[in-house]
């Protein structure tokens, strides 16, 4: 049984082709978030030493895409606050609560897109208004796009990207420590695939 489910797999993977990387020939309509294969991390200098970096484990969100115009492409995203995640359960009790991320007032974050700027043949800039801990800002994700394909596994098309922005986190009131224990600037990177629905 195993090998033939093996057997299976492979022939199938086997089937999958090249993605394409012209949005003129993906298929329209809405997508959802693959959260199996999505990613989100932020980084913010430590001691300005280095650029920490962690995670949000718990996110979804929903693209509505044309190809004959994607820069209608329409975006929204939903963060869970309570899911940052360093590694240690202790930080990570201190960043949900209220002098940071204060995830059991604001419990998401959410990104909501209202133009894209398509920059070249696979880039583009997606601007949106992020909310962040109750505060409203306007941001630009760079964007690379990846390109879709079919899934002979699940039988059904996927497309993926790569994002990229950053904000100051005062502008969302976010940590208050002096100095320069914790840079100001926080990069918040992407990477995401979207199933298309039925």
């Not at 002098?99 to 959410?110: T, Y």
């Not at 800002?137 to 596994?153: C, H, K, S």
């Not at 969302?172 to 199933?195: C, K, M, Q, W, Y």
Request: proline share 5%.
């Amino acid at each position: 049984m195993r090998l033939a489910l093996a057997a299976t797999m492979l022939l199938l993977t086997a089937c999958v082709s090249a993605p394409v990387t012209d949005p003129a020939r993906l298929p329209a309509g809405a997508w959802e978030l693959d959260g199996e294969h999505t990613s989100v991390t932020w980084q913010v200098r430590h001691l300005g030493l280095s650029w920490y970096t962690a995670r949000f484990d718990g996110v979804r969100a929903s693209l509505a895409f044309d190809p004959a115009r994607p820069e209608d492409a329409e975006l929204t995203a939903i963060v869970d606050a309570a899911s940052v995640s360093t590694g240690d359960p202790d930080f990570d009790a201190l960043l949900r609560g209220s002098g940071w991320l204060d995830a059991a007032r604001h419990p998401e974050i959410v990104f909501v897109s209202n133009r894209i700027v398509v920059t070249g043949e696979r880039t583009g800039e997606v601007h949106g208004l992020l909310t962040l801990k109750g505060v409203t800002q306007e941001v630009v994700m760079e964007t690379e796009f990846y390109g879709g394909v079919f899934n002979p596994l699940i039988r059904r098309n996927m497309l993926g990207f790569r994002g990229y922005f950053e904000i100051d986190r005062t502008q969302f009131d976010i940590g208050r420590l002096p100095g320069n224990f914790i840079g100001d600037t926080v990069r918040l990177s992407v990477e995401a695939e979207f199933i298309a629905r039925d």
